[in-house]
């Protein structure tokens, strides 16, 4: 059994244009076509068969062959085969140059949405709980197979422990930071229900969609792109008592090493109803220059080009440093701080389209 894929030109002036496997289309062509012989041609993983297509059954040009007699018959062999392979050639050059590149990196969004449920799956991921420390663990596991090097950093912040995990993949200076928070907050204080309220959000949205794009991206960026990933802990537990929001990024940003020239944060991001409007905190420059690219890759309808909210999150850090940075966030999703922000309210298809946005911005801007 031949398991390579096959491309077939046969007798493009009748209906045999097919696709399929190698020892099948071997046998259409003899028997079921009664052609004289078959052309094969090996290129990369395709074969390309292209067949005589004179002796075709049925031929509607027999009779015309016969009363041209042996010659002319012989021309319009030649004639009709050279149109085939013109045909064929084309049709291949054409398929040929404009098939996507099997090495060109591909963000999965099914995959990211896997990752949402894992993280949700681990429990609520109130900073120094166990769940918070499994996270860790796996978002370890997953960079450190992807090729990442990666580093916890402890901090304490208004009495509290935290784990903020950073990764990079060579030790050139990162020009692109990559952030999102991966804690989730520990009181549904927006849940409909008062009885809700001291109870932890499952944080599928608020959590644990950012962080999935982050480790989706971290499998399938080129390994010479100029990027480093911090996953932030302890953002989501403000106006609760003795804590503040972005402890772990404030932490962070007070000491980090290095200035990259673009910090690039995504918080709930993963609605399925996505709609990101522009934060207004945000560097106008680089939020052009993202939102620009979602509009050429057909995302303008979930990039919407109007600024809307001005929010404290954690590219304000990253801000007060002077360094660019940008918050795509999504605030209209009713399900925030509730009970009902699970895996179910999130969909593959925002991620995705988050996904390629800034996969493909990373590209185009290395
Ligand atoms: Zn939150």
Redesign the pocket.
């Given at each position: 059994m031949n398991s390579h894929p096959i491309l077939c030109f046969c007798n493009p002036l009748r209906k045999y244009n097919l696709i399929g496997d190698y020892p099948h289309l071997c046998s259409t062509l003899r028997n079921d076509m009664n052609v004289a012989f078959v052309h094969r041609m090996k290129i990369g993983n395709w074969w390309i068969i292209t067949s005589n297509p004179v002796k075709y059954k049925g031929d509607s040009h027999g009779p015309k062959l016969a009363k041209n007699g042996q010659r002319g018959m012989k021309k319009h062999i030649i004639h009709r085969l050279m149109i085939f392979d013109a045909l064929a050639l084309t049709a291949f050059a054409a398929w040929w140059f404009l098939r996507p590149s099997p090495s060109a990196p591909r963000f999965d969004g099914t995959r990211a949405h896997a990752d949402v449920v894992t993280q949700v799956n681990f429990g609520a991921r109130i900073p120094g709980s166990p769940a918070s420390a499994r996270a860790r663990a796996y978002f370890t596991e997953e960079l450190t197979a992807a090729g990442w090097a990666v580093l916890a950093l402890p901090g304490v912040s208004m009495g509290h422990d935290f784990v903020n995990i950073t990764a990079n993949r060579s030790d050139r200076q990162p020009e692109i930071l990559l952030v999102a928070h991966y804690d989730s907050?520990m009181a549904a204080d927006n849940d409909p229900n008062p009885g809700n309220h001291a109870l932890p959000v499952p944080g599928a949205n608020?959590?644990a969609s950012g962080a999935a794009v982050l480790l989706e991206l971290a499998r399938v960026l080129p390994a010479e792109a100029p990027v480093a990933l911090l996953l932030v802990d302890a953002e989501?537990q403000g106006n609760l008592p003795g804590w503040d929001w972005i402890l772990g990024s404030r932490e962070f940003a007070a000491q980090m090493a290095y200035r990259p020239r673009a910090v690039i944060l995504l918080d709930m991001i993963g609605d399925a109803d996505l709609n990101i409007y522009q934060e207004r905190n945000s560097d106008t420059a680089l939020t052009a220059s993202i939102w620009a690219t979602a509009k050429r890759l057909g995302y303008e309808s979930l990039f919407i080009p109007q600024p809307r909210y001005r929010v404290i999150d954690d590219h304000v850090p990253f801000l007060e440093k002077s360094l660019p940075a940008v918050d795509l966030i999504d605030l209209d999703y009713p399900y925030?701080?509730t009970l009902a922000d699970t895996p179910d309210k999130v969909s593959a298809h925002s991620l995705q389209a988050v996904g390629d946005v800034l996969l493909q911005w990373i590209l185009e801007n290395p």
């Open positions: 907050r608020d959590g989501d925030w701080h």
